[in-house]
């Protein structure tokens, strides 16, 4: 039980694109999805929480107006990166939680943008 | 392991030999700590998670030690085996921050057969 799915697992785009990652958790609800990013040789760096049916809650320094976030039901939240530039390039991983302290993780998505 | 910047610090070990990895973390209040494994193009996996109230908690071939005086929290993998080559993160959660975790810089572990 708690799988946590990601699609795609890799993208590559064109710069000024956007792009959307799903994050699906499969067999149990999550009342709480959170977005990270990792930089190659890097920890995982929150980007932002999310909660079903309201607007998600970000770090600081991740522009909200580039990374849209919506969680429009306990089994599903999307990252948009819109206007995708080459510094956007990363590794975006999401995490599930049903409510306790555990967090679930995807797979990650490979985003390149050329 | 701290990390900073591009370079994960890295631990080799010899198959079969046991392996210890740390972490420093930063928060007095943090209540709850959890170590991942992540391999390489993939998402950070559960290993172990120890609370504060607790200072040893052992799994199958893993041991957390958390030591609060001195903000240091430790995995030790006993007999490691190739499989168990991955970075390690550490996680900490703040008791009033909901579920949100602050990871550790990671420790990358080597194992040679």
């Known amino acids: 039980g708690a799988v946590v799915s990601q699609h795609p697992s890799r993208v590559i785009c064109k710069s000024g694109t956007s792009v959307k990652i799903e994050c699906r958790s499969l067999?149990?609800?999550?009342?709480?999805m959170f977005w990270y990013r990792q930089f190659p040789k890097q920890s995982l760096m929150l980007m932002a929480t999310?909660?079903?049916?309201?607007?998600?809650?970000?770090e600081q320094g991740v522009e909200k107006d580039k990374f849209l976030i919506n969680h429009a039901s306990l089994t599903l939240s999307t990252l948009t990166v819109t206007s995708a530039h080459p510094e956007d390039s990363s590794f975006y991983i999401c995490?599930?939680?049903?409510?306790?302290?555990?967090?679930?993780f995807g797979p990650g998505t490979r985003l390149t943008v050329l | 392991g701290e990390s900073v910047g591009l370079h994960l610090p890295t631990l080799s070990v010899q198959e079969g030999d046991n392996s210890i990895i740390n972490c420093a973390y930063s928060?007095?209040?943090?209540?709850?700590f959890i170590w991942y494994k992540q391999e390489s193009g993939k998402g950070p996996q559960f290993i172990i998670d120890?609370?504060?109230?607790?200072d040893k908690r052992q799994g199958q071939r893993v041991t957390v030690l958390l030591n609060k005086t001195v903000k240091h929290l430790s995995l030790q993998i006993a007999a490691t085996q190739p499989g168990d080559s991955a970075v390690y993160f550490c996680?900490?959660?703040?008791?009033?921050?909901?579920?949100?975790?602050?990871f550790g810089g990671g420790t990358r572990l080597m194992v040679k057969p």
């Open positions: 120890i609370r504060s109230n607790m």
């Open positions: 067999d149990f609800q999550a009342t709480t």
């Open positions: 999310s909660n079903e049916g309201s607007k998600a809650t970000y």
């Open positions: 996680a900490e959660k703040l008791g009033n921050a909901g579920n949100m975790l602050t």
């Open positions: 928060n007095s209040a943090s209540d709850y």
């Open positions: 995490s599930a939680s049903r409510g306790i302290d555990e967090q679930f």
